[in-house]
C-alpha cells in the first residue's frame, strides 16, 4: 500500500519572505488558484498579524479555493493565532500553522525564555489555535539546531495539546541529509503519542539540500513536505516543489509513498509564479528550466531519437511541457482567449479584468503573429499589476542614433494628473529611466535589470526584471513589450508604485 505524502505549499508565505518577492493579494489568489488546480493539499498563504495586506490577502485565498486546505502562520501568540483564527474563517478546510524556536541559541538570544516557558507557551498555543480549527500544526522553528531531548518533550506535549501534524524546520538549512533523516526517525521512535500526528519538515537550502533532506526525511517517516515553486524563499529558498515531487514520482521504486500532485500543472505554476516575483529560473534548473529536457549533444539526441529513456528519466509533458495546443492570433476571438485562459488556470478577478486583457492581448496580436500561452501569461501579469497604480506610462517617445546621444521623451500619470518630461542618457533605457525618476523622485537604488525573451523569434515579446532598493526594503518589477525599451519603462513603473504604497509588515521570524 503506497502512503500519502502531503505537499504543503508555502510559496505565498516563506516564498514571499525573499526579499523583493512581496505579492498583492490579486497575485496571491492567482497563485494559490494555480497551486489548487495542481491539487496541493495545503496552501499555506500568509501570515495574518504581520499586516493588514497579509490578513486581507489570506482572507482572499480562503474564500477563492475551494480544493485545498488554507494555512494561515501565528507565532505562539494569542494575538497572532486570534487574528490567524479570523482571517481563516471563510475557508472550507482551515489549518492553523503556529511555531515557537527550540534551539538553544534562539531560545536564549531571540526568546529569552527558559526551555519550560517555551513548552508552556507551544501548549497555549496549540490549544488556543484547536478554538478555531482542528487541525493545528505546531512547528519548533530552528528544530535543525535543536536538542533531540528537548524536541521529544516539546512535541510529546503539543501532541496532548491537540497538535494534528508536528513541522520539524531545519530553519538555517544545516542538516545533512543523513542526520535530517535520522532526526525524523528517532523523533518518531520516542515519542510516545507520536502516532497521533503526522511527521511534516520544513527545509531551508542554505547548503543546496533542502531537496535532498526533505527526501530523506520521507524515506524516514516523514508524510507531509513544506516547500515552493521553483524553491523561493528566505534566503537561498525552501525546497523546490516541483523537483520534490518529480523525485518521489519519478522514483516509485524507492518511496513507500506518493503526492497527490497533477504534475502537468507544474510548469505553468513555475512560470506565474516567476513573471509576479520576478525571479527568474535559471535554465538548467531542475524539472522547470528551459534546458531541463533540452538535447544538446550529437550522442544524446541520436540516442533520445532512438529511444527516449537512453537519456530521459521523465517525460518533459508530464510536468508541462511541450503542451503548447493552438497558438493564437489576431483572428481569435473572445471565447478562445477566455478558454485559454482557463486551460492556463488563470482566472481573472472580474469581467472588466477579461476586457483590459483581451484588448491587450489583441494589441499584442497585431504586433505579434502568434500569441503563445508564455504571451498571454505576461500580458495578465501586465493587466492585473496596472490595475491601481499611482503611477503610469501614458506615453514615450525615444531616440537613438548612432553617434548621438539617445534621450526619451515621457509622458505619466501621476496621482491622475499628467506629468512629461525628456531626458538624454547613456542608452535609451537610460534616458527613460532617468526619466521617469525625474518626474517620480523616488530616490530608490536599481539593483537588478534583466532582460529576456518570453519566446523565440525577433517579434518576440521582451520580458524585464528590475529590482528596485529604497531604505533598505527592496521590491521587484516587471513587464513585456514587443519594444524592450517600453517593457522597461513598464516594469520600473510596477516596482515604483509598489515602493509607493508604505507597507508596515512584520516578519515572523525577527
Ligand atoms: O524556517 C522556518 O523555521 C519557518 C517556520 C515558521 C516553520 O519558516
Ligand atoms: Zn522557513
Not at 488546480?37 to 501570515?47: L, N, S, T, Y
Request: net charge negative; glycine share 6%; charged share 25%.
Amino acid at each position: 500500500m503506497t502512503d500519502k505524502l502531503i505537499i504543503f505549499d508555502t510559496t505565498l508565505r516563506d516564498g514571499e519572505q525573499s526579499p523583493g518577492a512581496s505579492m498583492t493579494k490579486d497575485e496571491k489568489v492567482r497563485i494559490a488558484k494555480a497551486l489548487e488546480r495542481m491539487r496541493v493539499d495545503v496552501i499555506e498563504a500568509g501570515f495574518p498579524i504581520a499586516s493588514t495586506g497579509d490578513f486581507e490577502a489570506v482572507q482572499a485565498v480562503a474564500k477563492a479555493v475551494k480544493d485545498s486546505r488554507i494555512c494561515g502562520l501565528s507565532r505562539a501568540l494569542d494575538t497572532d493565532i486570534d487574528r490567524a483564527g479570523e482571517a481563516l474563517k471563510l475557508a472550507n478546510a482551515s489549518r492553523i500553522h503556529t511555531f515557537i524556536a527550540t534551539s538553544p541559541i534562539h531560545m536564549k538570544m531571540k526568546l529569552r525564555m527558559e526551555p519550560d516557558q517555551v513548552i508552556e507557551n507551544a501548549v497555549r498555543a496549540v490549544k488556543r489555535a484547536r478554538q478555531y480549527t482542528d487541525d493545528v500544526e505546531f512547528s519548533p522553528e530552528d528544530a535543525g539546531r535543536s536538542e533531540t531531548d528537548f524536541l521529544c518533550r516539546i512535541l510529546e506535549a503539543v501532541i496532548d495539546a491537540g497538535a494534528t501534524t508536528l513541522n520539524i524546520p531545519d530553519t538555517v538549512g544545516y542538516n545533512l541529509p543523513h542526520q535530517f533523516g535520522s532526526l525524523i526517525s528517532t523523533l518518531r521512535e520516542r515519542i510516545p503519542n507520536a502516532d497521533k500526528a503526522i511527521f511534516s519538515v520544513h527545509c531551508h537550502n542554505d547548503l543546496g539540500l533542502a531537496v535532498a533532506n526533505s527526501l530523506s526525511a520521507v524515506m524516514n517517516g516523514a508524510r507531509q513536505v513544506e516547500c515552493t515553486i521553483n524553491g523561493l524563499g528566505e534566503r537561498a529558498g525552501n525546497a523546490a516543489l516541483e523537483e520534490v515531487v518529480m523525485a518521489v514520482r519519478t522514483r516509485q521504486d524507492m518511496f513507500p509513498c506518493d503526492t497527490n500532485i497533477d504534475t502537468q500543472y507544474i510548469l505553468s505554476a513555475s512560470r506565474l509564479v516567476s513573471g509576479i516575483t520576478g525571479f527568474v529560473v535559471q535554465p538548467n534548473k531542475a524539472i522547470v528550466g528551459a534546458n531541463a529536457f533540452a538535447h544538446e549533444s550529437g550522442i544524446h539526441q541520436d540516442g533520445v531519437l532512438k529511444n527516449r529513456e537512453t537519456y530521459e528519466i521523465m517525460r518533459a509533458e508530464d510536468v508541462g511541457w511541450n503542451t503548447n495546443r493552438m497558438v493564437l492570433g489576431k483572428h481569435s476571438g473572445r471565447n478562445a482567449f477566455r478558454s485559454r485562459l482557463q486551460e492556463l488556470g488563470i482566472e481573472l478577478a472580474s469581467e472588466t479584468d477579461l476586457n483590459a486583457a483581451f484588448t491587450r492581448f489583441k494589441e499584442l496580436a497585431d504586433k505579434k503573429h502568434e500569441v503563445f500561452d508564455e504571451d498571454i501569461q505576461a500580458l495578465v501579469s501586465d493587466t492585473v499589476a496596472t490595475a491601481d497604480e499611482r503611477v503610469s506610462l501614458i506615453s514615450m517617445k525615444v531616440c537613438s542614433e548612432t553617434g548621438e546621444t539617445p534621450f526619451a521623451t515621457v509622458t505619466l500619470s501621476v496621482d491622475g494628473r499628467e506629468v512629461q518630461t525628456q531626458m538624454s542618457g547613456g542608452g535609451p533605457v537610460d534616458a527613460a529611466y532617468k526619466a521617469i525618476e525625474s518626474i517620480v523622485q523616488s530616490q530608490t537604488e536599481l539593483q537588478l535589470y534583466s532582460v529576456n525573451s518570453i519566446t523565440t523569434g525577433t517579434d518576440a515579446q521582451g520580458e524585464v526584471s528590475v529590482r528596485l532598493e529604497k531604505g533598505g526594503r527592496i521590491v521587484s518589477g516587471q513587464g513585456a513589450d514587443t519594444d524592450i525599451v517600453i517593457a522597461s519603462a513598464k516594469a520600473y513603473l510596477n516596482a515604483l508604485n509598489k515602493i509607493l504604497s508604505p507597507v508596515d509588515r512584520a516578519h515572523p521570524q525577527v
